[in-house]
């Protein structure tokens, strides 16, 4: 194969990747290419070249596939936010649901005894959370709202966006003309987006604008009556840390919350706390973690990495004593909160701690637990794992662990079976992030 720079090749497209890339092997070496899908034909034009592989762009596609659509987004192939809005959305799952069997097997050699069925909900305007970057670029016209490109850091030009909630899309120009004419246009690099939503269904939108300079008066009166003109809440961060976020505009705003109905629970949260990104598919997902878990009354779980209390406060529902173990002490004290003001607080224990360097004597002291749920970041929970199987005949007889990443999810799934006599009994994903590659999972393991 010729590695002329910029010469067009042709291949046929065997699978996709765990991030939405065609693959095709080519002379021996292996192709991702963006923009393709399986049994296509295309012509493409390589932008990274490596030993052993080589990153590529569809130009043209020779033989399309049946599961190709047309993508809803005008953005999409510029914007890094969406992989596979060319793909038909149940090709989508059936790509990641082969994207967790595929890693579970290579990595860890397991196949799960059960497929779990999917958990899916709408593809469109379900992004609840989102961090929008800003960028003063005068000669596209002023400021720029949005997404980065992808594989770079410009900032798309876009006017409008396919999975953000509907308002949000549509005021995405309104907020490239107000940002435009604060006298810190130049000094506001970012904009993130936390959408709560009460019992009755009424939603929340806040936006934390971040600012490098202090507002001046004209700027206040602006944002003020933004906000009371599209009904939004504005938060200024004027640091780096997350501590400085405060509330803006209006001033007597409600705290942000979401709810879990069928658990009769309410859960607040500060804008820049972690939540899941689609409220639908996460009270589906606690709905299947509970019933995996089946937490009974009288029996001692922990839930572990708890953030704000997610699934900690349906177990506590079900009369079992939880302990929500978590790293960050202001999640702690917002799910201690959270389990008070939900009536839990007699059910419920919380301590802050590293998991990531946990060891089976720190997680021994914790006392022994009938079951666990476990619900890492991206890192997994490989030491937390370790020390589980450490613990012999007194582990968890049963461990329900919800990954947003499923090489990670393999890899402790490894330990788990093949180090600690765990069976692996079902796993299944959520289609947490219609239209891209991400694969949130859930997995259920047994002694």
Same mark, same amino acid.
């Given at each position: 194969m010729s590695v002329m720079k910029n010469a067009v090749h042709s291949a046929t497209i065997e699978s996709l990747d765990h991030e939405g890339q065609g693959v095709a092997h080519v002379e021996g070496k292996t192709l991702f290419i963006e923009g393709a899908l399986p049994g296509?034909?295309?012509?493409?034009?390589?932008?990274?070249?490596?030993?052993?592989?080589?990153? =590529? &762009?569809? &130009?043209?596609?020779?033989?399309?596939?049946?599961?190709?659509?047309?993508?809803?987004?005008?953005?999409?192939?510029?914007?890094?936010?969406?992989?596979?809005?060319?793909?038909?959305?149940?090709a989508q799952t059936a790509a990641k649901q082969r994207v967790l069997e595929d890693v579970l097997w290579h990595i860890a050699r397991l196949r799960?005894? /059960?497929?779990?069925?999917?958990?899916?909900?709408?593809?469109?305007?379900?992004?609840?959370?989102?961090? #929008?970057?800003?960028?003063?670029?005068? /000669?596209?016209?002023?400021? #720029?709202?949005?997404?980065?490109?992808?594989?770079?850091?410009?900032?798309?030009?876009?006017d409008s966006c396919a999975i953000l909630p509907p308002k949000i899309s549509a005021l995405l120009p309104h907020l490239r003309k107000l940002i435009g004419a604060l006298s810190i246009a130049d000094r506001l690099p970012q904009i993130e987006l936390a959408v709560g939503e009460n019992a009755a269904g009424k939603k929340q939108y806040a936006?934390?604008?971040?600012?490098?300079?202090?507002? &001046?008066?004209?700027?206040?009166i602006s944002l003020r009556a933004f906000a009371d003109r599209h009904e939004i809440v504005f938060y200024l961060q004027p640091g780096g840390s997350v501590d400085s976020v405060t509330l803006f505009h209006p001033a007597d705003a409600p705290p942000l919350v979401y709810t879990l109905p069928e658990f009769a629970v309410t859960h607040q949260f500060r804008?820049?706390?972690?939540?899941?990104?689609?409220?639908?598919?996460?009270?589906?997902?606690? +709905?299947?973690?509970?019933?995996?878990?089946?937490?009974?009354?009288?029996? +001692?779980?922990?839930?572990?990495?708890?953030?704000?209390?997610?699934?900690?406060?349906?177990? =506590?529902?079900s009369g079992a004593t939880v302990v929500g173990i978590e790293g960050s002490k202001a999640l702690v004290e917002?799910?201690?909160?959270?389990? =008070?003001?939900?009536?839990?607080? =007699?059910?419920?224990?919380?301590?802050?701690?590293?998991?990531?360097?946990?060891?089976?004597?720190? #997680?021994?002291?914790?006392?022994?637990?009938?079951?666990?749920?476990?619900?890492?970041?991206?890192?997994?929970?490989?030491?937390?794992?370790k020390a589980i199987v450490l613990q012999g005949d007194a582990a968890p007889s049963r461990i329900v662990y919800v990954s947003c990443n499923p090489a990670t999810l393999a890899r402790d799934a490894g330990i788990l079976v093949h180090e600690g006599g765990y069976r692996l009994r079902g796993a299944g994903i959520a289609n947490m992030f219609p239209q891209t590659s991400h694969v949130e999972s859930i997995a259920v393991f047994e002694r």
């Open positions: 296509e034909q295309v012509e493409y034009l390589s932008y990274r070249r490596k030993p052993s592989f080589e990153k =590529a &762009t569809v &130009t043209r596609i020779l033989r399309a596939s049946c599961q190709r659509v047309a993508p809803r987004c005008r953005y999409f192939g510029v914007c890094g936010g969406c992989s596979m809005q060319h793909l038909d959305e149940r799960p005894e /059960k497929v779990f069925p999917l958990i899916q909900g709408p593809a469109w305007g379900y992004r609840y959370r989102a961090r #929008l970057s800003v960028r003063l670029v005068q /000669k596209k016209g002023g400021v #720029l709202v949005g997404f980065h490109e992808r594989r770079s850091s410009y900032v798309v030009d876009m936006l934390v604008l971040r600012i490098l300079e202090a507002l &001046t008066m004209d700027d206040e804008p820049t706390d972690f939540t899941q990104v689609n409220h639908g598919i996460n009270r589906v997902l606690v +709905r299947r973690a509970m019933a995996l878990l089946a937490p009974a009354n009288g029996e +001692r779980i922990a839930d572990m990495f708890c953030g704000l209390g997610n699934f900690t406060l349906p177990v =506590a529902r917002r799910a201690c909160h959270n389990a =008070a003001a939900n009536g839990l607080a =007699a059910h419920t224990e919380f301590a802050v701690a590293n998991l990531f360097e946990i060891t089976a004597e720190r #997680l021994a002291a914790l006392g022994r637990f009938d079951k666990m749920l476990i619900d890492p970041p991206r890192e997994g929970a490989v030491e937390l794992v």
